[in-house]
Each structure stands twice: as C-alpha cells, then as structure tokens.
C-alpha cells in the first residue's frame, strides 16, 4: 500500500512534511456523506453574524482579484501533497470587501451538504489562505470541493473546507462538525493536533 499509494519524504522534503506524514502519489479524495453538486450558475457564498450581512453570486465574487498560489497540503488520515497548484482569492482580498466587527474572533465555515469547520480568526486571517476554484489549472471539480473550497495550508485539511458557502463570525469559539466528533480544535500538522485531548 505503502509504495503503490504513497511514500516516505526524502531527506529533501522533511522539514515540509509533518511527523506521522507519508506523501501521496496522487491527490486523495476522503469525504464524509454525499458529495454536493453545485453549479457555478447555483453557487452563492453570504457572511452573517458579527459582520454586515453580504451575499455574493458567481460571478460577484469572481470580480475580487485572482492569484495562483503553490502550498502543501496536509491530511489528518497521514497523507500530504506537496507543491499542490490552485487558482483563488486571497482571504487578505476577500476581508477588504466585507466590514467585521471588532469583537469577532472566531469563524465558522459552512458549507453545502451541511458540513462545518471552525477557525480562529488568527488563523484565518493569514497572508497564505485562499479560496480556490481552480486546481491544476482546471476548474475545481466536486470531488476536491468545487465550485469552490477554501484552503487553509498551515492546518490540516479537515479546515480547508469543501463546497464552502459560508462564513458565520463569532465572538466565541464554536465547534464544527469534526471537532465535535473528536477532533483537535485547531489541528496544526507539525505539532500533530489530529484529535481532542492530544
């Protein structure tokens, strides 16, 4: 399984690759439950709770700028990616465009099918996050969490959320659908948070 899937970084990749962590050949796909299917046409993102309340179609939400960005990606089920290829809007660019009240430090992504994540707003506030829509050059498929899903590379993948529609800001933590079920609450690969408690 090792060597057909998946294999040891070499003395090159070790800093980027977290303990526990063996690189993946191609780009696995996991998801809990159905995949959604969304059009781009259906597509709609909105931000409510402690911000003012805004909501975007396709083709709104295409108008913030593009950037292609290069980051590794981190699984919590013990696979990375390196050197992974997208095209998105930064989070940076994104925030420009909405007004959040002071008191917000917490964020809760939902997304289409009913899943949800939390993340600090430290931690999404940083320069590197993005949401994407194009993988490899390609449009973003279901699968990897088209039209679109934000991607959050200091974390384990379980925070970049797929078929992601929207962002409720808090002024406390709140717990996802994962993190509920025992994951870390904020799941940082090289100090291996995979579950609570640990």
């Not at 289409?112 to 931690?123: F, K, L």
């Not at 679109?148 to 078929?163: E, G, N, T």
Request: charged share 25%; net charge negative.
């Amino acid at each position: 399984m090792l060597g057909k899937f998946f294999q040891k970084p070499n003395s090159e990749d070790n800093n980027r690759v977290p303990p526990g962590q063996h690189l993946a050949k191609g780009f696995p796909v996991l998801t809990y439950g159905a995949t959604p299917k969304v059009s781009r046409e259906e597509w709609e993102f909105s931000v409510w709770g402690l911000v003012k309340p805004k909501k975007w179609n396709w083709s709104d939400f295409m108008e913030l700028p593009h950037n292609e960005f290069t980051a590794d990606f981190h699984c919590v089920t013990r696979w990375s990616k390196l050197d992974v290829k997208w095209t998105g809007i930064k989070v940076t660019d994104f925030m420009k465009a909405i007004e959040v009240d002071s008191k917000a430090t917490h964020i809760m992504e939902h997304c289409y099918g009913g899943y949800t994540t939390n993340i600090a707003m430290e931690d999404f506030l940083r320069e590197e996050n993005f949401f994407a829509f194009q993988l490899f050059g390609e449009p973003l498929s279901e699968e990897h969490g088209g039209p679109m899903r934000l991607v959050v590379p200091h974390l384990y993948a379980w925070k970049s959320a797929k078929w992601i529609n929207g962002l409720e800001f808090l002024d406390h933590e709140e717990l996802g659908f994962w993190e509920r079920n025992g994951y870390h609450r904020r799941g940082e690969p090289f100090k291996e948070e995979r579950f609570s408690g640990f």
